[in-house]
């Protein structure tokens, strides 16, 4: 029972390990993280998120937990 758990979830979690489509849409704001690494602030369907060059993407909040939101306009 305990390797169909496993298993499942295993399956489960294998579809999340994707990179974000970094190519396909234009960067509000850039930040230089590391040597290594780039942070890019990106407008999608009117909230700000926070695109990791290596593929992880967030929502950007502030303190109170609400996300910042973006015109559209801003990204096409």
């Avoid at 169909?4 to 974000?20: F, M, R, S």
């Avoid at 909230?47 to 801003?74: E, F, H, R, W």
Wanted: hydrophobic share 40%.
């Amino acid at each position: 029972m305990k390797k169909i758990a496993v298993i499942c979830t295993a399956l489960l979690l294998a579809g999340c390990i994707e990179k974000a489509p970094l190519n396909d849409i234009q960067p509000i704001k850039r930040y230089q993280v590391s040597a290594y690494g780039e942070l890019k602030e990106v407008c999608i369907d009117g909230v700000v998120y926070l695109l990791l060059i290596k593929g992880g993407i967030t929502p950007k909040i502030n303190a109170n937990y609400d996300v910042y939101i973006c015109n559209q306009s801003t990204n096409p």
